[in-house]
């Protein structure tokens, strides 16, 4: 600033500055104090002003839901809040599987329903967290189960029975009606390669009655097919 003679007044021209570094040195104070009932420079109370003291969770009410957010962008919903088809849920009940505990308690479990419900639709939201009580005590039973039969079956016929204990351990711990909404598609379609390909390996068939045996299979599941669409 300069005066009636021209003289420079540095000292005027530096006070809007200072006032608005004053300002700015109070902001951060609030940030990193807390806003006490005083002021920013007291210390921080939980309910004053922005500042919020959350509890810590115990290491069982932790829930790491990355893998779950990737498995919910990759799930495909109509416009009805749920996927075409059930089936489309089992790669979501393994994420959340996985972020869980071992032996989650109630307060993870409840967690877990509120980040389903807070990431999808009602509908889909309603429907994972229906099965999930089932779905985990299935995956305890089917980790005991490859413990009893560790290795990958090295023959078809190996690939047949494992898939066969497989099926009947999820009719009994899912349901009939779980398990086939969950596992139909995908049961059929393996039960279909490994037989086609245990009678491509047999040696006392020749090729035509192999041929033969094989479309009679196709004809067969084609039936099953409709009359389970049917009822």
């Known amino acids: 600033m300069t005066t009636v003679d021209g003289e420079f007044r540095p000292r005027d021209s530096w006070m ?20 006490g009932p005083v002021g920013v420079m007291s210390g921080a109370q939980s309910g004053n002003g922005h500042y919020v003291a959350l509890p810590a969770l115990a290491p069982e009410e932790q829930v790491v839901f990355a893998g779950v957010d990737h498995a919910i962008e990759r799930l495909h919903l109509t416009d009805a809040g749920r996927p075409e088809q059930f089936e489309a849920y089992e790669n979501l009940l393994l994420a959340v599987t996985e972020s869980l505990p071992a032996n989650p308690d109630e307060a993870a479990l409840a967690r877990v329903r509120e ?12 429907d994972v967290a229906g099965v999930l009580p089932s779905f985990l005590a299935y995956r305890r039973a089917e980790a005991s189960l490859l413990e009893l039969t ?6 078809a016929e190996g690939a047949y029975l494992h898939l066969q204990l497989q099926d009947a351990l999820r009719r009994t711990v899912l349901g009939e009606d779980l398990t086939t909404k969950l596992y139909g598609a995908s049961y059929r379609m393996i039960d279909t390669h490994l037989v086609r390909q245990m009678l491509m390996e047999r040696e006392d068939l020749g090729e035509d009655e192999k041929r033969r045996l094989i479309r009679e299979q196709m004809e067969a599941l084609s039936v099953g097919q409709n009359t389970g669409d049917s009822g």
């Open 115 to 126: 980040l389903l419900d807070s990431s999808l639709p009602p509908p889909a939201a309603r």
């Open 150 to 155: 560790p290795g990958a079956p090295r023959t």
């Open 16 to 35: 809007p500055a200072i006032a608005m570094l004053t300002v700015a040195l109070l902001g951060v104070a609030a940030l990193l104090n807390g806003v």
